[in-house]
């Protein structure tokens, strides 16, 4: 079955910095790689998506690249800012299993200090 | 609002207690799922219902026991769990079960005494 490591645990960042947070998995078929935010008293909430077929993907200031020869996935945020500060985590599907089961990883607690 | 609603957002409950989680979506999505979300672990993927059938028990003990009357609604019943339960129970929606974005709810914090 798939098996993702997430990188690093903890991420302390000063206001304006980037972060990079970086994410393994194991089945070389698993085609399709979120990551979701996890604010304080709530759910996680998707932020950013990418497919297989695809290198990178950009959303202001979130992007998601791929390297599938690596088998490793990263979540960069550029000009970091106090309210990205949360607990991230990245995802990938088992696959063959006829439904929606993503392997999460341990998440990273990002802080991003004024 | 996330468009996925549950109630309660704390339980406190011994270890002979019966109780029940509720889930809410409103997003007009077919699956549910429980997760189960322990610090310092990856979320546990504990159920799956596709359109009202469940098509994915996780190899959960059976102190847990979900039931889905339809697509909206999702509930985890409880019964003589362990201290080691205690841990934040997520509901999540999407539009199938083979659609891949999932959209929680802001779960039950969950500690049995």
């Known amino acids: 079955g798939e098996n993702v490591e997430q990188h690093p645990s903890t991420l302390s960042v000063q206001e304006g910095d980037s972060a990079v947070i970086k994410c393994t998995y194991s089945?070389?078929?698993?085609?399709?790689f979120p990551w979701y935010k996890q604010e304080l008293g709530k759910g996680p909430q998707l932020i950013i998506d990418?497919?297989?077929?695809?290198g990178e993907k950009k959303d202001q200031r979130i992007a998601v690249t791929l390297n599938k020869t690596a088998k490793h996935f990263s979540l960069h945020i550029t000009e970091t800012q106090p309210e990205d500060s949360a607990v991230y985590f990245c995802?990938?599907?088992?696959?063959?299993?006829?439904?929606?089961?993503?392997?999460f990883g341990t998440g990273t607690r990002l802080l991003v200090s004024p | 609002e996330t468009g996925v609603t549950q109630t309660p957002r704390h339980l406190v409950m011994g270890m002979t207690n019966k109780k029940s989680l509720k889930c809410e979506q409103h997003?007009?999505?077919?699956?549910m799922y429980w997760y189960k979300q322990s610090a310092k672990k990856p979320l546990e993927l504990m159920f799956v219902?596709?359109?009202?059938?469940?098509?994915e028990n996780n190899s959960v003990p059976s102190r847990f026991s979900p039931e889905c009357p339809n697509s909206s609604h999702l509930f985890l019943h409880l019964h003589t769990l362990q201290p080691e339960d205690s841990a934040l129970y997520l509901c999540?929606?999407?539009?199938?079960?083979?659609?891949?974005?999932?959209?929680f709810g802001s779960g039950t914090q969950l500690s049995v005494l």
């Open positions: 999540a929606s999407s539009r199938g079960a083979t659609n891949e974005k999932l959209f």
């Open positions: 089945d070389s078929a698993s085609n399709y």
């Open positions: 990418i497919r297989s077929n695809v």
């Open positions: 995802a990938a599907p088992q696959m063959n299993t006829g439904f929606q089961k993503l392997v």
């Open positions: 997003l007009g999505h077919n699956a």
């Open positions: 219902y596709n359109f009202k059938e469940q098509t």
